[in-house]
Nanobody
Framework: QVHLVESGGGSVQAGGSLRLSCVAS????????MAWFRQAPGKEREVVATLYTGGPATWYADSVKGRFTISRDNAKNTLYLQMNSLKPEDTGMYYCAADLTYSSYDPREPRSYDHWGQGTQVTVSS
């Protein structure tokens, strides 16, 4: 069983930056999808960015395009999310996810992922 552990969340003012990290407890193989999701209070979990490790190919939600960057350090088994120019609407719990069973679902959907971290809180004040 692979465990994912996120870190790097915190409270920042609008315009600030944070870098989230997600460390996997074991090698997460290649040619699979990893992603960052977020969930604000009272809202559904939404995809922020995905990364295909076989590419690597990335995808971003329109709301974060140009401000966030997803990347992976294979040697460290770590997934990152660099978040710049943060806005109050970026506030939420951020989750790392990995698809280790090669789901046939769209990688932008939560059901595509079989491993999740516990989440790290990001709060952006205006």
């Amino acid at each position: 069983q692979v465990h994912l552990v996120e870190s790097g969340g915190g409270s920042v003012q609008a315009g600030g930056s944070l870098r989230l990290s997600c460390v996997a407890s074991a090698y997460t193989s290649s040619n699979n999808y990893m992603a960052w999701f977020r969930q604000a209070p009272g809202k559904e979990r939404e995809v922020v960015a995905t990364l295909y490790t076989g590419g690597p190919a990335t995808w971003y939600a329109d709301s974060v395009k140009g401000r966030f960057t997803i990347s992976r350090d294979n040697a460290k088994n770590t997934l990152y999310l660099q978040m710049n120019s943060l806005k109050p609407e970026d506030t939420g719990m951020y989750y790392c996810a990995a698809d280790l069973t090669y789901s046939s679902y769209d990688p932008r959907e939560p059901r595509s992922y079989d491993h999740w971290g516990q989440g790290t809180q990001v709060t952006v004040s205006s």
